[in-house]
């Protein structure tokens, strides 16, 4: 057997092979002895079918087997020993004779295309400057993240008149033509909130008392098909063919008073006694936003590398044989229109993949297993509010999901994706130059959520 390459121009090449009989012809035979072994055929005890009827009968797909088996092993093997950095797959060449004569075999010549990946240099440190956006954490976006928290931990209580916030529980009653209840109409109760009506229709369940009743048009009240679907229990076509108003019966009114900050309002936010004061309540949110805050700072700085390192990056790709390699690796199913009007997304997609490992193997960035399982069991203890509320129990417990959920193949590429990208993204942060920009939250969020330039 032998194997050569040849460049055929850029970032092109063939891999030729050449099988002698003896590389197949021994292979073959060792086949077809078996296959005598185990064939059955009408008129001969098993294992006694003349070999000339075997091969008659199976010498042709064996060769093909065979030979299949061989072709990859030398491809894969050249490509291995050779350390040739590839893109796609190796691709058969037209020409190649495929015609296989058994009763007179000879010297069979085949040839691959491949395709090179480039060699190329990265230098972070060198051109251009990246923004990184931090959002300001002052006493003013303290305070309203405490008033948010004393919002959602406070409690209902009844009250004999409605305002703007308040929920409002009563009874929905369709409404015949003259305006009385209809006979076999639908009757639902339901909480009403402020968030459940169309926009400009905030005042209308406003000034109500308990025992008092409104009539309404439900789709000009709330608007939605699905809220309304919901407060009365029925299904999105059947709000849509609705066209009866409807009387609703003030049952109770609730208002939400903001919880105290006291030593039970700490408790259910951190975990029992971890916080024990305003002043470490207002530290303890800062340094949370900030923690939260970074992760999204860090990501949208990575992805303004990125987008720099793919657009600016100078390096060739073999581009036909890709979109020869793309054709045949889709067995037909994508017309060559449809691959060349993709093709630059495609083409984006592989410098990334480039880079991103050249990024990997010049800064020997590695992630174990055991990394992979801390990072799943720190998702769940932030979940639950963070290490101090967990016990022993519930950590053994945490640890089993994580195990369980690297057993997920997809779960593995997403969580050795994210490791790897905060790797590369702490390397970006070391070497790159930064500009970093600080602003009042709003126009942070709206920054850092904003579409690349």
Known sequence: MQVSQENTGGLNALIRIEFAPEDYQPRIDAQLREYSKKVSMPGFRPGKVPAGMVKKMYGKSILVDELNKLTSDALMGYIRDSSLDILGNPLPIDDNDTSLNLDNPGTIKLAFEIGLAP?????????????????????????????????????????????????????????????????????????????????????????????????????????????????????????????????????????????????????????????????????????????????????????????NLVTQSAFELPDEFLKRWLKSNNDGKVNPEDIEQNYTNYARGIRWQLIENKIIRDNNIQVTREQAIESVENEFMAYMGGLETSSDEQRGRIRQIAEQMLQNEKEVNRIYGRLYNEAMNQIFLEQCTINRIELAFDDWAKKVSEPLQ
């Open 119 to 307: 060699q190329f240099e990265l230098n972070l440190a060198s051109g251009n400057t990246f923004p990184y956006y931090a959002p300001i954490i002052d006493d003013s976006f303290v305070t309203k993240e405490v008033e948010n928290y004393k919002e959602r931990l406070g409690d209902y209580t009844e009250v004999n008149l409605s305002e703007d916030g308040d929920m409002v529980h009563g009874h929905f009653a369709e409404l015949d033509s003259e305006g009385n209840t209809k006979e076999g109409g639908i009757s639902k109760h339901a909480d009403i909130h402020d968030i459940d009506l169309k926009e400009g229709n905030a005042k209308a369940f406003t000034g109500l008392k308990p025992g008092e009743s409104v009539t309404l048009n439900m789709k000009e009240t709330f608007g939605n098909s699905k809220v309304i679907a919901a407060i009365l229990g029925i299904s999105e076509p059947e709000v849509d063919a609705l066209d009866s108003d409807f009387r609703f019966e003030v049952e109770n009114i609730k208002r939400k008073a903001k919880a105290e900050l006291n030593q039970e309002f700490f408790d259910k936010l951190f975990g029992k006694d971890v916080i024990f004061n305003e002043d470490e309540l207002r530290a303890r949110i800062a340094r949370d936003a900030s923690d939260r805050f970074t992760k999204d700072s860090e990501a949208r700085f990575f992805n303004e590398v990125v987008e």
